[in-house]
């Protein structure tokens, strides 16, 4: 602890020290090497490889093996920026982490304390009903929030299936991505846009893209259920013949979800100013967001009985898992999103020069969220069309341009940072945590790469091409 707190108190005064004293400050995504990117791959890989081929060492040391990646890209960073290293990783831990920890942490709290009870059967057209609910619901409280929701009742519900990893999958596919399409609330980047001024309701306009995905999906997903549901056999024994009514318990919990709701949505609305924490600069509704979310979250945790999260099977391990993790995924992934920031600058410049039409922007902001971030990679090739369209015009003046000239880029880019986090496991947070739950409710998922090469390439890809050949040709 002593050599932390060490390494925590010259990592801070490094910002006193510029790091090009006297010259003119560089950016730092036009000086970055490309290896710079390898600590990140490694973190992936990690992610990928490890639970498969090391499952023991992965479950005790998933953190240290987070932290190794971490350190090997901030050391190198700070011998070669200093302070600029500093200022970046301050602002990724303190602008981007805690904002997203915070609220997947307060959405799994609330959500975790609202438990169906009764009896209800996994046949595949109650599964089928219960994942396109999901989809719905997800634009309104959060990817986070719906999965959180429904996926233990959808556990609970198939408990005596055998193939339950395919439900699952499905389930990430739409309800933790695809469902957050229509409104800012539902995921992260479309709250980005909303506030850089894109009208709240303006990605109603994605309603066609999303139920064009969800129907093809869901049709998908019907069938395969029926399939094995006959495969099994399922049976119902006479002791399980009883039926219990539905009902929910932990209600209280909506009002505190309504709460996080509406303190995400007066973030966007009102302008109180800014403050700096550590020299960053964050804007205050931002923070009293983060404040009303973590009182809901202590609300809930107060006025839910115990016993109540005891049956619906909540522990604390997936969300842990999430913050390691992904604590070690924002700092990797530092370097690579500063590059392409850096734009022809950069690097990465070959990706972005690449971008030229709606469909290559669907595919290659999808392509990217689908490892890195989903909110930055939107807001990288938000700027990309801004300025190929409207260079030098202000970014409010040109994203109104934007939508009323070139509306078909702005949902390429959308549809694309909101369908693609389901293509990996780390695409979307969501998908994590559901696969944790699944885990411990006795579900066997897939591995990384399993779950792509398995389902999501050869599910999704043809989903996504007819979106192209549809909408962005």
């Known amino acids: 602890m002593r050599n932390i707190l060490k390494f925590i108190l010259i990592f801070l005064s490094l910002s006193a020290y510029p790091a090009f004293a006297g010259e003119e400050v560089p950016n730092i995504g036009e000086t970055l090497p490309l290896y710079s990117v390898i600590p990140f791959v490694g973190m992936l890989l990690s992610i990928a490889l490890f639970p498969l081929l090391a499952p023991k060492f992965w479950h005790h040391h998933f953190g240290k093996v987070s932290a190794f990646w ?33 609220l997947l942490g307060s959405l ?29 619901l997800a634009s309104w409280m959060g990817t986070t929030g719906a999965s959180m929701l429904l996926i233990r009742p959808f556990l609970r519900a198939n408990a005596d299936r055998k193939n339950r990893a395919f439900m699952v999958v499905f389930f990430i596919f739409l309800v933790s991505n695809i469902g957050g399409a229509l409104t800012p609330l539902g995921d992260p980047p479309l709250f980005l846009g909303f506030l850089r001024k894109v009208p709240f309701f303006w990605t109603f306009r994605l309603i066609p893209h999303m139920i064009v995905a969800s ?38 919990n909506f009002i505190f979800l309504t709460g996080i709701i509406f303190a995400v949505l007066l ?31 202590a609300l809930s945790i107060i006025f839910t009985k115990r016993k109540v999260r005891e049956d619906n099977a909540f522990t604390w391990s997936p969300i842990e898992e999430v913050a390691i993790l992904f604590i070690g995924i924002f700092l990797t992934m530092l370097p690579c999103l500063k590059m392409l920031q850096a734009g022809p600058k950069g690097e990465l410049a070959f990706i972005i020069n690449t971008v030229r039409e709606p469909a290559h922007y669907f595919w290659i902001t999808g392509a990217l969220s689908s490892f890195l971030d989903n909110a930055p990679t939107y807001l990288t090739f938000l700027n990309t069309a801004l300025g190929a369209f409207y260079p030098g015009v202000a970014e409010t003046e040109a994203v109104q341009m934007l939508i009323k000239e070139h509306p078909d880029y702005l949902k390429a880019i959308s549809a ?26 006795g579900t066997e998922m897939p591995s990384f790469f399993g ?13 996504f091409i007819i979106i192209t050949l549809i909408f962005f040709r």
Request: glycine share 8%.
């Open 108 to 136: 799994y709290t609330v959500s975790g304390g609202i438990l169906l009870r009764g009896t209800l059967r996994g046949t595949p057209l109650v599964n089928t009903i219960m994942i396109a609910l999901g989809t719905f």
């Open 215 to 252: 129907v093809i999906i869901l049709a998908i997903y019907f069938l395969l259920d029926t399939y094995f549901y006959k495969k099994e056999e399922i049976k119902i024994s006479p002791d399980n013949n009883t039926k219990e009514p539905l009902r929910l318990d932990g209600t209280v």
């Open 70 to 102: 971490a350190i090997i890209t901030i050391i190198p960073l700070l011998i070669g920026y200093k302070g600029i290293a500093v200022d970046e990783t301050l602002h990724v831990v303190i602008g981007d982490y805690l904002p997203f920890i915070i």
């Open 267 to 297: 973030s966007g609305i009102v302008d109180w100013g800014e403050i700096s924490i550590f020299a960053v600069h964050r804007s205050v509704q931002d923070v009293v967001r983060d404040g009303l979310l973590i009182l809901m979250a």
């Open 451 to 463: 779950y792509m090469i398995k389902y999501s390439l050869p599910v999704l890809m043809p989903v």
């Open 416 to 441: 694309g940072a909101v369908f693609y986090g389901a293509v990996t496991y780390i695409g979307n947070a969501p998908n994590f945590m559901v696969r944790s739950i699944a885990e411990e409710a």
